[in-house]
């Protein structure tokens, strides 16, 4: 019931469905060698052809009707050798289109491997918060497998049948982060794409929302990520509505929170909120026993 199209590096259409011909108005021998953006003028393709991205989302229309469009690179030897385009109307879109085209594998706690006391005790306190809904904020260095836990929790949760949405608030851009988290409404700013766009807050309703990084968000944001866990409330860029956003919170960050509360430089009443369960994830030097486990493993996997 999906449009579906295929496209090479050249951006020309190589294989279309009938779905999709019946959505875009066109005959196969109309659509087919034709340049992408000549067909769906407002595609985002940049980003996937250029090795940048695996997967993007956007909202187009198209012949007046608003369609959820996913775009997936193909590879061949890890080189980005065309994409393929799904789209479907947005009222039929859910959460799931988003969850399970990022994150196709269920993480459980049995794939965190480590037999020591203090990777044994992180996990155990890990399994008894997972059945709540309580903020968890995961605490380590980076390589610790902070977000191997926040899916573990997820998936171990009465959520894991809904979006696990990660985001990495130290790698997107701070012109573009609040735009990711809460979305933006059409003609918010210049180049805002026409029909507007949903965040990664809305994707993650009734899941779980993973904030990698938090100590490196900006501080007018965190006012805003308050206001979520205050209110359970979003208000995208431009909007003047506030919808109602059932979400669970797990942040993770190997700053010192607390000196940087101290220094001003993060909010005090925040740190509080999110802090609720804070579990401590060792390194890899201080998990006695484990690196031999651990080499086993890479061994049997590699060889």
Not at 98 to 125: C, H, M, P, Q, V
Not at 257 to 263: C, K
């Given at each position: 019931?999906?449009?579906?199209?295929?496209?090479?590096t050249?951006?020309?259409?190589?294989?279309?469905?009938?779905?999709?011909?019946?959505?875009?108005?066109?005959?196969?021998e109309?659509?087919?060698?034709?340049?992408i953006?000549?067909?769906?003028?407002?595609?985002?393709?940049k980003?996937?052809?250029?090795?940048?991205?695996?997967a993007?989302?956007?909202?187009?229309?198209?012949?007046?009707?608003t369609?959820?469009v996913?775009?997936?690179?193909?590879k061949?030897?890890?080189?980005?050798?065309?994409?393929?385009?799904?789209f479907k109307?947005?009222?039929?879109?859910?959460?799931?289109?988003?969850s399970?085209?990022?994150?196709?594998?269920?993480?459980?706690?049995?794939?965190?491997?480590?037999?020591?006391?203090k990777?044994?005790?992180?996990k155990?306190?890990?399994?008894?918060v997972?059945?709540?809904?309580?903020?968890?904020?995961?605490?380590g260095?980076?390589?610790?497998?902070?977000?191997l836990?926040?899916?573990?929790i997820?998936?171990?949760?009465?959520?894991h049948?809904?979006?696990?949405?990660?985001?990495?608030?130290?790698?997107i851009?701070?012109?573009?982060l609040?735009?990711?988290?809460?979305?933006?409404?059409?003609g918010?700013?210049?180049?805002?794409?026409k029909?507007?766009?949903?965040?990664?807050?809305?994707?993650?309703?009734t899941?779980?929302?993973?904030?990698?990084?938090?100590?490196?968000?900006?501080?007018?944001?965190?006012?805003?990520?308050l206001r979520?866990?205050?209110?359970?409330?979003?208000?995208?860029i431009?909007g003047v509505?506030?919808?109602?956003?059932?979400?669970?919170?797990?942040?993770?960050?190997?700053?010192?929170l607390?000196?940087?509360?101290?220094t001003?430089k993060?909010?005090?009443?925040?740190?509080?909120?999110?802090?609720?369960?804070?579990i401590?994830?060792?390194?890899?030097?201080?998990?006695?026993?484990?690196?031999?486990?651990?080499?086993?493993?890479?061994?049997?996997?590699?060889s």
């Amino acid at each position: 019931s999906d449009g579906y199209i295929i496209i090479n590096t050249e951006k020309e259409i190589t294989h279309i469905n009938e779905h999709a011909l019946n959505i875009l108005g066109m005959t196969k021998e109309e659509a087919e060698d034709k340049v992408i953006t000549e067909v769906i003028p407002d595609l985002e393709l940049k980003s996937i052809l250029s090795n940048r991205e695996n997967a993007f989302y956007d909202e187009i229309k198209i012949n007046k009707k608003t369609y959820g469009v996913f775009i997936s690179a193909m590879k061949d030897n890890k080189e980005t050798v065309g994409a393929v385009i799904s789209f479907k109307i947005v009222d039929k879109i859910s959460s799931r289109v988003f969850s399970k085209a990022y994150y196709t594998k269920e993480i459980t706690f049995n794939d965190i491997l480590g037999e020591s006391r203090k990777i044994t005790d992180a996990k155990e306190l890990a399994k008894k918060v997972s059945v709540n809904s309580t903020n968890i904020l995961l605490l380590g260095e980076s390589g610790t497998g902070k977000e191997l836990f926040a899916r573990a929790i997820h998936y171990a949760s009465d959520r894991h049948a809904n979006p696990f949405i990660a985001v990495n608030c130290a790698a997107i851009p701070e012109s573009l982060l609040e735009s990711e988290l809460f979305g933006y409404e059409s003609g918010a700013f210049t180049g805002a794409n026409k029909t507007g766009k949903p965040g990664k807050f809305e994707f993650a309703h009734t899941g779980t929302i993973f904030l990698d990084e938090i100590g490196d968000m900006p501080f007018y944001l965190q006012a805003k990520i308050l206001r979520v866990l205050q209110d359970k409330t979003i208000e995208k860029i431009g909007g003047v509505v506030q919808k109602d956003i059932d979400v669970r919170i797990i942040a993770a960050t190997n700053r010192n929170l607390e000196e940087m509360v101290r220094t001003g430089k993060f909010r005090e009443d925040l740190y509080y909120r999110l802090n609720v369960i804070p579990i401590q994830i060792p390194p890899l030097r201080e998990r006695e026993g484990d690196v031999e486990l651990l080499v086993e493993y890479f061994i049997k996997k590699y060889s």
